[in-house]
């Protein structure tokens, strides 16, 4: 079942506006701040009250929008999204937001997460006829929409939103309005924001800050927000349940200028460095960080210990996507590609190397020989997160744990592994603490499957949801 | 006169390598470590020892060198470069290294600086019959040397060299061999590498540092190398002058991994932020830099004064060259573009924003405006250099001082416009103790003349040089 | 309803191969020979026995399949197809082969000719849940296919096209098998192949010659061929009918050097041309014909007048798809574009122009008035074929009568319009006596509806098939 | 000395046109008409009495002058050039007009032709300090015109066409004025014509029609136009020397509705198919032509001979440049690429197949091969004009005589080795006789040198003129 899964997850962003009178501008730039999460693809579309019109294609949001192609754009309100590379699912066909035309009208959607029980529900919807344009999970939501009997598009939404399992922020926009709605567990980070007068949602309140857009509240577990020209109104699809928000996007994967319910990214990353500071004594000359995830945490490791913090890694900020890679024999004559280490930074000195986290365990070792070639005495490396030990179904493109070093050494093996002279994660507990979800009032839930096995949802594809009888049958 | 220069000036990066089997993937690799440079066109001119063949164009490395075009580029040594945008001299032909075919031979040309008496030298030559193919001033290096009637390639090199005033850091390339110049000043940085026996040279060491090779020393202002398949000879077209070294390639222009004469960027612009602490006293909750080229001093003060140092500005990367700006209206209400303010590190805090220089003070003035707006009470501007008051005429584009604010005002009035609670500059003195060109053995000068007027050069373009009699009349 | 039917309406090709090592390539070529029906977009599909691969493209052959585009069809059977430039279907998503992939296997159907009940069959199937990726009434036919509960697809396929009402030439491919279908009343061209063992398939035999393929037969009327790694099979989907053969195909569609149903185009076409010469009288000085449709039958006039055949009409080969059309004000100053006089064979002389058709008799005012101003004393227009009365339903795209000068104008009105000093229409049985298909052994009916009235078929869309209780309700 | 030539010759088309108010849009329809002499690259170059400013790019016309391109090219007059493929000199740095600017003012250079003496010229400026940026010939006017001191630019234009040898027909143009020049033997077609009181030059006539232009009259050898604000003024700048109008012209590059010196190529082509009948009897059942350029004398031999006349051979329209040629297996197993057969016409028939001439006398064999493959029982091969048997140094590329068929075998080896049942040419006397030039009233004077071997000029690049001490040492 895992091999399976493979190749479907995806990581992504989405964004939603609501009255501007621009909306497609608005989704451009939004999808700017957006762009870290995606960078296969990227689409708008909008509605005009009469019809939908798309564009999207593969590529930058930079690349996708060129030519004059927004200006074509025209409506007062627009879904956008920025897709993730995976192997398997490329192809135009697949970007989102997907588009689907009918004699009674269009349909719009925009998701982030992964549907964990889609390729049955698929299975299912083809037995009875639907054919399927795309290999994307997404998909399945359109066909559950079309095949209700339900009169209104609000309960055809409740009614398909419940037969999904799994983790998905979700923005649906038809000619008269926006649904937005969040998983059960409100796994993704999903916010409502304001822009005069307009109702903006995102992925990431980075995305508010770019366009100027005022920060409303993030969206809840299980909720459905209808968007339309009389304003905003909160549903909910199923009961409440405890929220189970990824601690990755904490960890390593949201803007540092972003926020999770009130929890700005930078800060709880320097207190994760600090906490490190707490659970360790190490004796070293300079701390670095790996760029540019892990530049927070080491910057408040520094702060906490007094060890200066320096350069020592630079990122070669312009090997793109299209960078011609260095065969093996040039890799290993010293050729480097995504990062440097700084010579004089690091040359005799006993290095601090503060990184998120570790996965395959390829990426730490071929730092850790860059810093000693270039004149490391000592490198220490310090994980600002528990050891990865379990694949993640819900949209982070972590999906055997046959890949995962920590699912298969003890720490000093991993140690060994790369190379280094010493290796510190953090703990389970320290990073909660560090995160600091329990001061905020609202429910301070974190999925930490990844860290310990224990998934909040059923994450097997043939588990029928109670609900299931409804609609697919 | 002043006006005359706008638009040719150009910073840029220079490469070349000989002796290698595979030239052009080297050359593509350094150049990416060069990119900062220059992002407007790229090339890269190879020779097999006996014709020259060049693929060139507008725009990236990896945009340039894209569907296998590297692969056609075999040969045992290279010349590459990447330009910088102007707003005049823009054009596939202006784009570097420039080739010249003639019956008797090809000659590639690569040039980081500007060439003072171009203007005048050009005039001249065509006056005599020359036809030119581009606006660049480095077109007037090859027509010199087609015109001497010297016998040895060197002998016209060191002619043609002697007639040109100005900053000029150039690598000549024929089917036999590498001319590799300084200026007599050494204004603009260039280094000489080994790689596997190969020779190399680049304008910065975070080439060598990103293909693995070895630095060997900085070429000498007025040195002239001849590189060919029996080795590296070193020889001067003029006498030995005093090194009159750019400061700005300290200040903001080279990546901090680079290291010109023995100093490392970074460590250099943590000391500036070191001094900065020394000469001035400033209460205040947190010190943010702004990126990328002025964290290293930021964090260098945060060190000296305590005040902790945080991300309190994002750099949007995804803002590339085909990013559609945001209309004045947009703008006003907020929309964003290189940089977001993160609200919550500086909301109700006492900011100091350490930058390296302040040119035209628009963009200062923007980023204090955007660190109110997400609630600093205080905005503390921190410059790592002093006042930019005169123009360069040596290839960095500042060459109006009308442009230039701390031209036209006290530090005062740029403070009021700026809109900051107080502007600190360091003084001149502070600047080269920190960056500590005395410390190094060989000759410590620095060209200040942005900063104090005073120009190593003569900056008139109808000033006659002595050896000018020689070949142009 | 005419008006709905606009822009559904379409001319194509359709080529398949099966048991060939090079599938991709034979199909790349065999569209060039089919390439005058269809310049929108072109595609081709090939399976390896395992799955369905596509390469899809806006455009023509040659700019669809660049760059090593078919070297990735790998396989041992294909289908292709290339698309007629219509205003409302256009759109990547339209471009044929369409492909469906479910979890149970893949499907392409390449598609000649136009469905008249598509709009109300996918009406109902959407009403069922269907969700429809294009616009093209083509895709019908895949959503009947995969409603269907028959157990195989053989027999699906027959319930599916016993549910279409229209003219028809369709390659459906899977995995496994090919299967070759014509409507009931045979209406657009569809021939049988072999080379080298392969089976072929063609809308002309044109492409047959291009690659090297003999002929073997037409395709009949409601027959559907089953083609796998067994061979070729025939079988019959609905009772034998009489044959309708679209007309204009021998008048003005296909190209000079295909056959249907054993009768070559070009001497059709001059047979045609003789035709005319019998059923008038005409006084003049040479016959020029429209290029390039018209040759044949100005060949065929002037032989059997003795009037000598001359070039009088040059056709502009190079004004392609992306020619800048000139303003209205430049056309009437005198820039031609499709075609020019040749002003020393016309002038002073009483010139004979045989043309196939007239439609909305734009074009035949244009083409007389620059005989004249090219100096031309007298023009004489002489067609082909019947008046054009009708509008085609069945894939040709003339779909609304209020366009067509005929159906609104006598003959000597339609004169007077197009300017010309006399103008005659070939007789309906001169035209079918010319053509000659009662020599030919086979069923001898033509489609005559665009000029006589009389449809093979139902016209309405809303008009109830006998089948159509078996699957679509 | 025929090596060094190869690479170098090209055909081409030119034009000019001066005082219009859209000359960008003016010579892009006009090259249109010419784009048959060259589909390697087009340029267009305008001027509005300031500055030159140019568009040019490979490809066809349509391509180059895509994306509105043709809009900035705002002026009241221009040049345009459309460019043959060569092997050698491609490159879009070759690509014509050729522009060429100074601090003094622009230059644009439209060649057609071949400038026997190029080479030598060049070695000799480039001694002198030129510097070459094209390999073209056409660049050696260019730095002749720089090198002159005369004061004029009319003086030094006529001193710099006196120093070339070989064919051209050249228009040159500055912000002030448009200079025309025909070589002293006006050997490639080269009109003058009015339009709306502008002037217009083009290589051929068709042009004129297409932009409804009237002809005022050829350039005459040896003659310098000189067109400004103020009028037309002609000038000489050689003595009048008989005309050698390259006869190729007529046989078949130029388009059948050009005329040269009054004599419609379309109507000189029938008169060569009916001189063919005159020398020749033959017994056949069909006449067929090799399009395009062979139709009109296949129709003329038809006429004369009453043997009916059929397309016999189709030719593949749609197979461009891009097109993917079939391997020399796929050849061999009878993949057509640029003509088919018609199997009806030619099966069992006794064909006549007129070409215009045999170069290596391949195509010819692949012709006759798939006649006879299609049922052709004898191929009789009749060419209207005479073997060609020398090489070209005026711009046609048939450079060597080691490629010619006809230089190194007797007709009847020839006949052998096409395959032909009979191979008849058309006798020199005869082909002058029907081209008719005898009648046009000015000197009728023909290049015949291909056929006889008889040059009108001096063939040796090392041959000096009489005049070159003039500027050229």
């Not at 299912?124 to 095949?147: R, Y």
């Not at 953090?426 to 603490?433: P, Q, Y």
Request: charged letters at 25%.
């Amino acid at each position: 079942m895992l091999a399976e899964l493979r190749g479907l997850n995806e990581e992504c962003g989405v964004f939603g506006i609501w009255g501007h009178p621009n909306p497609a501008a608005m989704s451009y730039y939004g999808l700017h701040a957006l762009q870290h999460r995606g960078q296969e693809g990227a689409g708008i579309i909008v509605t005009d009250g009469t019809r939908l019109r798309a564009v999207k294609g593969e590529g930058l949001v930079n690349d996708v929008f060129n030519n004059g192609k927004l200006e074509k754009l025209e409506g007062h309100a627009a879904v956008g999204h920025v897709r993730y590379a995976t192997s398997g699912g490329s192809g135009i066909e697949n970007v989102q937001p997907l588009l689907f035309n009918s004699t009674t009208g269009g349909l719009a959607i925009a998701h982030n997460g992964n549907i964990v029980n889609a390729t049955r529900l698929k299975r299912n919807l083809e037995q009875q006829g639907s054919i399927f344009q795309t290999t994307s999970d997404t998909e399945v939501l359109a066909h559950l929409l079309k095949k209700s009997n339900l009169a209104s598009f609000e309960d055809r939404a409740k009614q398909a939103l419940r037969l999904l399992d799994g983790a998905f922020a979700v923005v649906i926009m038809t000619e008269h309005a926006m649904y937005v709605a969040q998983d059960p567990q409100g796994m993704r980070p999903l916010s409502l924001g304001m822009l005069d007068g307009a109702y903006v949602v995102a992925s990431e309140t980075s995305a508010f800050d770019l366009i100027g857009a005022e920060l409303v509240r993030s969206i809840d577990p299980g909720e459905l927000l209808i968007i339309n020209d009389e304003g905003c109104r909160s549903e909910r699809y199923v009961e409440k349940k405890d929220r189970a928000i990824c601690t990755m996007e904490y960890v390593y994967f949201s803007r540092p200028d972003s926020d999770i319910d009130g929890i700005n990214i930078h800060m709880a990353r320097k207190r994760l460095g600090k906490q490190l500071a707490k659970e360790l004594t190490i004796d070293a000359d300079v701390v670095t960080g790996v760029p540019d995830s892990s530049i927070s945490a080491a910057i408040g490791f520094s702060e906490a210990t007094g060890i200066p913090y320096e350069l020592g890694l630079i990122k070669n900020r312009y090997v793109g996507r299209t960078f011609i890679q260095p065969s093996q024999d040039l890799r290993e004559r010293g050729v480097k590609m995504k990062l440097s280490p700084v010579r004089q930074v690091v040359k005799g000195k006993r290095v601090v190397m503060v990184d998120d986290s570790i996965v395959r365990g390829t990426t730490s070792r071929r730092i850790v020989k860059m810093l000693k070639d270039a004149g490391a005495t000592e490198v220490h490396v310090v994980i600002s997160s528990p050891p990865l030990k379990n694949p993640c179904f819900y949209g982070i493109d972590i999906s055997s744990d046959s890949e995962l070093i920590a699912a298969n050494n003890t720490i000093d093996e991993m140690r060994e592994l790369i190379g280094a002279d010493s290796l510190t994660f953090l703990s389970v507990e320290g990073m909660v603490e560090a995160i600091g979800r329990s001061d905020v009032e609202k429910n301070c839930g974190h999925c930490l499957a990844c860290f310990t096995g224990e998934y909040p949802t059923s994450i097997y594809a043939d588990t029928k949801l109670p609900h299931e009888k409804e609609l697919v049958r």
